[in-house]
């Protein structure tokens, strides 16, 4: 090996060993990467910055915008409902979602079937209050898995049947590849879920990704004619709208009876307690009206604000505080601390760590929040307006498509989608790239040149030659499982696609100088290069679920090594039935 080939194989080896201590934040270790790679001339000045255009990062950057303006839309939780109403066992819940972003995986690019999936996994983890991260990782892998099993569930695929073409005068059927990857891909679904729930089983919720503060409010609305819920018995309420009604109030009084017994009616007033956005959807939809409504419409805002231990509101009820009278604001919600709920809204008791929803002019509000010692929350994230939630989920949809059936690339496809969701206002540009986690951005975008690097000096190339010039041409199944495991050690460091470019001569020239058949070796190069499970850079569907569910570096390896370890003992046998066929 000539010294830029040394110097790129040491920079990544000492970073793989910063990565593993976990003492530098994992886009600290890849900057240094990088910019050792300048220094020793290995990474040219004009691509030291590259990665950051590159097709992989634009593209984790789009899915993640795509999922913030979605997260929200009433189509991805109804189908998050859908899930549950089978099923709230995370583990038959872990084996709906990976099963489907599986299935989907088989027939359109791996991000694209993530992207697809990823909102509704977050909805579902929402609704069944558990992290985000026991089901995020499996999904991902999950759909690196079954991209084995056609030619476009990946496009490395297609490049290793052009070396099937060119050495055979055939290409591949379009499922020929899942005589191998389809036993790979089940074994390694069998343990995903088995091990993920017992792996994982410690995470704890974490605030939603793309929502601050608490999840559910109480408010007091009116049901308004022509509501949805006018002759509804209270249950059914309760159920078809995902909320909670403490009270019911009918010309001035409470209505007492069983809850089973009342029906909601025209002019009703509810003491109703369910997330924000639920709550803001009833109201758009002219299902409920809030109670005694005097916003001024268009110039009024809203905000919330924690009751802090020295505050002045403290044991006062909620429709005595005068501060908030006199300047004209209103408390039009509580996320209370005390699960018991008596009386009207305006009778219910403000305590240390509740949290208020204020609305009214903004410098009132202002005033109010520092008169009564309150310590306002950052800015929530608004709702998609739900008008445009469904044409929003259409878009999203065709450029899915777009994705599957390779019209465009991923990246083209996807920006456009992005474009057109800004362009309805289903996505706030400016909040959204508030929420994106760049540090794994960044980690992607650093590790992208340095994995140019190592094919732009040969320095994969020669190891792999180095090796294959070792192999026993007695032994077809240690050839073609060499190739495998080669494939496997090099995808983690530079895309699948550049690994099948890399080892793919390097197979068919095996082929030729051992007399092994060219098709299981090029198959274990293009299953190979998928079995990327050790790094969150190594496929950046990895790399866009780090961000979202708060991995740690450690958390790939330590997950994926069993998992990679089930596909090799899996793909091995199956190889050695192919070479004899």
Do not use: K
Not at 372 to 383: E, G, H, I, K, N
Not at 523 to 533: H, Q, R, Y
Request: glycine share 8%; hydrophobic share 55%.
């Amino acid at each position: 090996m000539n010294f830029d080939q040394l110097v790129i194989v040491g920079i990544l080896l000492v970073m793989l060993a910063a990565y593993a201590t976990e003492r530098v934040r994992v886009e600290l270790v890849a900057m240094a990467g990088l910019a050792a790679g300048f220094l020793f001339g290995v990474v040219p000045a004009r691509e030291v910055f590259t990665g950051f255009a590159t097709p992989a990062v634009v593209t984790v950057v789009e899915v993640l915008l795509i999922v913030s303006a979605l997260s929200s839309s009433r189509a991805v939780d109804n189908f998050a409902r859908r899930i549950l109403v089978r099923t709230q066992n995370p583990t038959a819940v872990l084996a709906i979602l990976c099963g489907v972003g599986a299935f989907v995986s088989i027939f359109m690019n791996n991000i694209g079937a993530l992207a697809l999936m990823f909102p509704v996994t977050l909805s579902v983890c929402a609704r069944l209050n558990i992290a985000p991260g026991r089901m995020l990782m499996p999904l991902s892998f999950a759909t690196l898995l079954t991209g084995t099993w056609s030619l476009t569930g990946t496009p490395a695929n297609l490049i290793v049947n052009q070396w099937v073409v060119q050495e055979t005068g055939r290409g591949m059927g379009y499922f020929e590849l899942a005589l191998l990857g389809g036993p790979v891909a089940l074994a390694g679904l069998a343990w995903i879920l088995i091990a993920a729930p017992r792996y994982f089983r410690n995470m704890e919720p974490a605030a939603a990704p793309f929502a601050s503060g608490p999840s559910d409010f109480l408010g007091e609305f009116e049901i308004p004619a022509g509501s949805a819920l006018s002759g509804v018995p209270l249950p059914d309420a309760e159920a078809r709208h995902e909320i909670t009604i403490h009270g019911v109030f009918r010309n001035g009084a409470h209505v007492f009876s069983r809850r089973n017994d009342i029906v909601l009616t025209v002019g009703d007033i509810v003491l109703v307690e369910g997330s924000m956005a639920q709550l803001d959807q009833l109201r758009e939809d002219e299902v409920l009206h809030l109670a005694n409504d005097r916003e001024s419409n268009g110039s009024s805002e809203r905000i919330e604000a924690v009751v802090m231990p020295e505050s002045l509101v403290i044991g006062s009820r909620v429709g005595d505080v005068i501060a908030f009278a006199d300047l004209g604001v209103r408390v039009v919600g509580l996320a209370s601390r005390r699960h018991r709920v008596e009386g009207r809204f305006e009778d219910l008791m403000v305590g240390t760590g509740d949290v208020l929803v204020l609305s009214g002019e903004r410098e009132a509000i202002r005033e109010a929040v520092a008169d009564c010692a309150l310590l306002p929350l950052s800015s929530r994230r608004q709702a998609s307006p739900r008008r445009g939630a469904a044409i929003g989920v259409g878009i999203f949809a065709c450029g899915v498509l777009a994705t599957a059936f390779n019209f465009v690339p991923a990246e083209i496809a996807f920006g456009a989608v992005v474009l057109a969701l800004a362009l309805i206002g289903s996505l706030n540009l400016r909040a959204a790239f508030q929420d994106i986690n760049w540090s794994s951005v960044i980690l992607l975008a650093c590790m992208i040149p340095l994995g140019l690097a190592v094919e732009d000096t040969g320095a994969a190339r020669i190891i792999a030659n180095e090796i294959a010039g070792y192999l026993p041409a007695f032994s077809p199944l240690m050839v073609a499982a060499i190739i495998l495991l080669l494939a496997v050690i090099i995808t983690p460091f530079i895309d699948n696609v550049s690994t099948a470019i890399i080892l793919s001569p390097i197979a068919a020239g095996l082929a030729t100088r051992t007399g092994v058949p060219v098709e299981p070796l090029l198959m274990a190069v293009a299953i190979g290069a998928s079995l990327d499970f050790l790094t969150p850079f190594g496929h950046h569907n990895n790399t866009v679920v780090m961000g979202a569910a708060g991995y740690r570096f450690r958390d790939f390896p330590r997950f994926g090594a069993p998992l990679l370890a089930v596909c090799l003992l899996t793909a091995i046998p199956v190889l050695g039935w192919l070479l004899e066929g």
